[in-house]
Structure formats: C-alpha cells, structure tokens
C-alpha cells in the first residue's frame, strides 16, 4: 500500500463493499479467496481478533537506490538479503492513512540496553509481572512517581531561570535521555501554555545576551522510585511554535513527559505518542508534503519529497512537531520514523536534510497502537479508505511515489487496511518481490470506539491481534506481557494462521 490508491482500491470501483463471503481453507488452515499477487483481494471470509503469519522473510535480492537527483536521475544496484522477516528486518517506516484517530503509540525493541526507572529490589518484592491487571497498576504508581519529579524538575529549572530574568521555553533532557520542552511559566513571564506548547512572554535576556545553561537535579519524591535519581541540563530554546518538538525529533507537552527508556525486560519502550498529553519520545511525525520554503522540496521530477508534518498531518512543517488529538484526513497520510537522523549509506532524496530519519526494528519488535477509523461519509476516489502499514523505510527516503524506489521489491506489510471507500472490514497482507501472501479473514473496523492493536515481529513470525482495552503501553515488556499480547495465537476459533510460501 505504497500509494495512495492501491490495486485492490481499482478493483473496488466495481466489487460493492458488502461483497459475500468466499473462502475455502489455505495453507496452515488460513481462510483465503486466492492467492496472491493480488489482483483481486477485495473477498472477505470471516472476523478474526488474530492474523498470523509464519515463515515470514527469506533469501533474495532488490533494486536498491544507489543514488538519485532532483532532476529525476536514478541509479540502482542489486541488494541481497536473507533470514526472517526479510528484507523488512532492514527497518521500517510506519504509515497512517485517514479517517484514522491515533491516540496512542508505541514501540518495543528486543534486547534494548536502556534501564528501567525503578529498583531492582522492587521486581524482587512483586515478582513476575501480569501484563494487566498486577502489572497496569504498578507501572502506574511508577508513572505517578515520574511525573512528580519531572514536575519538580520543570519548577527548579524555572525558578533558576526566573533568578536570569530568563522567559525563553525550557528544555530539558530526562535521565534517560529523552528531551522534553516545557513553556516557561515563571513569575513575569507571561507564557501560557498553550496545546502542550508554549507563548514567549517578555524577552528580558534580550538585553542580557544567550542565557548559561542551568543545571537541574530531581530528587527521589516516591517509594516507588526512591533510588531513581534524575538530572536535567534546562537550557533555554530560541524555538518556538505550538506542539512542536526538540531538534532531535521528540517532545512533551507541559502536561508531563513519556519516557522513552526501556525497561529490564526483554522488550524495552524506545518510542511512544500520546495524544490526550500531546507527548511524544523517540519519533518523528512525517508526510510527503515537502515543501522548500517548510521542509523537504517539491520538483518536477519527482513531485513533492518526504518532510515534517504539520500538527494536523495535512501540510509540511518547519521542524519536527508532535501531532494533535486530531482525525487524520480521509486523503491524508502521517509517516512516523525515530527521532534518529539518518546516517546510514543508502541513497536518500539529495534535499531531504534532516528530515531524513532512521526507521524501526523490522525484526524484535512490538508496535502497540490505539486508534478508531471513523466513517466520514465520503465516498469516491481514495476516500474513506484508512490504513495500517508498514514499508521498507528506504522507501519514504526516496521517492514513496515516483518510481525511484526499492518497492514493491523491498517489502511492506499491510497491518489494517480497508480496500475499498466505506468498507467495514480491514484486511492484512505481505507484499515484496520473493514473497506475498495475505488472508481473507479480516478485522472489524473501529469506527466509533478505539481498539488497541498489538504487532509481533519475531524471527520469521509477524503476528497481529486486537488486545484488551485495559493493555497498558509501559515502560517496558516482560515475556508474560508479550505472551499476552500473541494470546490468540494458534488458537483457532477468532484466529487465523497463514503459511507464507
């Protein structure tokens, strides 16, 4: 689903949304219409809760972009690859497509060295963790106990700020290393903060020239943190603007931050959004709205490049900025890569800058998502069609929708996809030049209430289930949580398994 209107979306034309179902048993007792390359996919067999998806990944090559120009020249050599989940274990870009409200996300990596913020006596003293309901509430007294000393931290920093005369916003970097920014709301300043950002008051180190950095250092206020120690280097920031997120690519609103370390189990949080807190850590909310006088570029060549998104997602920003609570348009489409600028040796469109940035783990990974898909009554071409996916993250680096480009050659993964305008029903599937393959089992769309989502990545199994409502997006997941998480794996009834050839 690399463009905006797929094949499956031509096919839609004339197939109607309320299609019967077709189905017969396919490989490993999947329910599938045909098989794939999909020239049809648009057939529904039944509602599931779960899609697996085994022997995912195998050995082979593409056409990767080796270098490429403004003026639409483009070079390309074979590039080889091998083992599960290839070639999306190089790394992936995530994308959003509306009527889709995003509430909450966040990734998981395997084997990540970030420490967890709490004591190792205290996993000691609770033992092994139950995903939701032990679990939930301990992580919440730990949240608890962060957002006080980040509260405490935010209100040093200010009154060291207030002592300079200082008004700019306040950044400060959690220990961490997740940056946060705060609007300074010290006596005489005059910020309001305003949708988790911030409105400069009275500039008095105008006349005092750059203000010195300030050092800051939490104390422990909990039980449940009472070894934590944090440390912030608050300096202030010439930036401005609502929402908008430090130079590295993350934020918090001044409603607290979301901490993007890990946890002592295996799987630790290294990036996550909020959309209630308007908070984000560790990525960057991108589109292909490139714009020059904003971020990215526009050519003739190639059309309009990857760039910043603006808070709404419709339009390219100046930096990197957290996205509202908001609906993304039923046309729209929101990237999210790391906050990591790109530093790796394949090609990326020559103006992208820093706009370009490091995908996710396409291999030991957990992606959580909470969303809805409303209906937004519109009907036509590529409307009302929202999406879940994920592509090779060189893609996005180069041209998503021009023909400079690794896909479909180098993967992607259709997560949540409704094919055709208004349809009810969400589909998954696997494309890429050594393997396709994809189910006719379908999820229900959420078009009034939100659901939580949980995507595997692990060795050659990629699994997708709809998890409880109460499934908490912590700090950190144990075995037991990811455990829960595949619970309907294998285990027929709502489920279904698909073998890839």
């Not at 998806?53 to 990767?64: D, E, F, P």
């Not at 509202?324 to 906050?339: G, N, Q, Y």
């Not at 229900?444 to 595997?456: E, G, Y």
Request: charged share 15%.
């Amino acid at each position: 689903m690399r463009s905006l209107i797929t094949a499956g979306a031509v096919i839609a034309a004339s197939i109607s949304g309320t299609t019967a179902d077709l189905c017969y048993s396919g490989p490993g007792g999947a329910s599938i219409a045909q098989n794939i390359p999909p020239s049809n996919p648009n057939w529904y067999c039944a509602p599931v809760k779960a899609i697996t998806y085994q022997g995912v990944g195998t050995s082979g090559s593409y056409k990767k972009v080796t270098s490429m120009t403004e003026e639409g020249q483009c070079q390309f050599a074979d590039h080889a690859f091998s083992g599960g989940m290839a070639p999306l274990s190089e790394e992936v870009s995530i994308h959003f497509r509306g009527p889709l409200k995003l509430k909450q996300l966040a990734v998981y990596t395997k084997g990540s060295s970030q420490k967890r913020d709490v004591p190792e006596g205290h996993h000691r003293r609770h033992g092994h963790q139950h995903f939701h309901e032990h679990g939930k509430e301990v992580r919440e007294i730990q949240e608890r106990a962060e957002e006080r000393e980040i509260q405490e931290l935010k209100a040093r920093a200010e009154e060291e700020m207030a002592k300079r005369g200082d008004c700019d916003p306040i950044t400060a970097t959690w220990k961490d290393g997740t940056p946060m920014t705060w609007a300074n709301t010290a006596p005489g300043c005059g910020a309001t903060p305003a949708s988790g950002g911030y409105q400069q008051g009275d500039k008095k180190q105008a006349a005092n020239g750059a203000p010195a950095a300030v050092q800051v250092t939490s104390s422990a206020s909990a039980a449940a943190s009472s070894s934590a120690s944090a440390s912030a280097s608050a300096t202030s920031s010439a930036s401005s603007g609502s929402g908008s997120s430090s130079d590295s690519g993350s934020s918090s609103g001044s409603s607290g931050s979301s901490s993007s370390g890990g946890g002592s189990g295996p799987y630790s949080r290294t990036a996550y959004y909020s959309a209630s807190g308007k908070s984000s850590s560790g990525l960057t909310f991108l589109n292909n709205r490139g714009d020059k006088s904003k971020s990215g570029c526009w050519s003739q060549s190639l059309g309009n490049s990857l760039s910043y998104a603006s808070s709404d997602g419709t339009s390219a920003a100046s930096q990197p900025t957290t996205l509202d609570d908001c609906t993304i348009a039923s046309t729209s489409e929101v990237i999210v890569m790391t906050d990591k600028k790109y530093s790796g040796g394949n090609a990326v469109r020559p103006c992208l800058g820093d706009v370009a940035r490091q995908g996710f783990p396409g291999q030991n990974a957990v992606y959580l998502f909470e969303f809805s898909m409303p209906d937004d009554g519109t009907s036509g071409w590529g409307q009302n069609m929202p999406a879940i996916w994920f592509l090779n993250a060189n893609v996005p680096r180069t041209a998503q929708y021009g023909s400079c480009t690794c896909w479909p050659s180098c993967g992607e993964f259709d997560i949540f996809e409704v094919l055709d305008s208004g349809n009810t029903r969400a589909k998954t599937c696997f494309h890429g030049k050594a393997q396709e393959g994809g189910v006719s089992d379908y999820f229900v769309r959420p078009t009034s209430n939100t659901i939580k989502l949980a995507v595997t990545l692990s060795g050659s199994t990629a699994h997708v289930q709809i998890v409880d409502d109460n499934t908490n997006f912590g700090s950190s997941l144990s075995d037991s949580d990811v455990q829960a998480l595949n619970s309907k794996m294998d285990n027929g009834g709502d489920s279904s398994v698909f073998k890839m050839a």
